[in-house]
């Protein structure tokens, strides 16, 4: 899943924590990428209870980390404004499968 602001992917990660970080936006799971975590105005969805952007979604729920607050996720919709894959990924994915399975 590439960072939803800049569209940027994720490589292999050296050894220790990842520095991506998730985020919740539109009461959709997002994954924010180093550069764009600089950025004070991410536009992420926050917490009703406590204010924390601290959220995950999974299983159609949103639940803070912060507060422990969760909540059913209404939505469901894809996110608006969303980044198109970066031109030539799919052809990127098939090598990348041609060498992990060894074909030709």
């Known amino acids: 899943m590439p960072c939803y602001r800049c569209g940027a992917r994720q490589t292999d990660p050296v050894r220790?924590?990842?520095?991506?970080?998730?985020?919740?936006?539109?009461?959709?799971?997002?994954?924010?990428?180093p550069d764009c975590q600089r950025l004070h105005d991410l536009d992420l969805d926050s917490c009703g209870t406590c204010g924390s952007t601290a959220l995950i979604c999974r299983l159609?729920?949103?639940?803070?980390?912060?507060?422990?607050?969760?909540?059913?996720?209404?939505?469901?919709?894809?996110l608006t404004g969303s980044v198109?894959?970066?031109?030539?990924?799919?052809?990127?994915?098939?090598?990348?499968?041609?060498?992990?399975?060894?074909?030709?």
């Open 60 to 78: 159609g729920e949103v639940e803070c980390r912060s507060c422990g607050a969760v909540w059913m996720a209404r939505s469901g919709a894809p």
């Open 16 to 33: 220790g924590a990842s520095p991506w970080q998730r985020g919740v936006r539109n009461e959709s799971q997002v994954l924010i990428c």
């Open 84 to 104: 198109e894959p970066p031109p030539g990924l799919s052809a990127e994915v098939e090598a990348a499968l041609n060498r992990v399975l060894g074909r030709a």
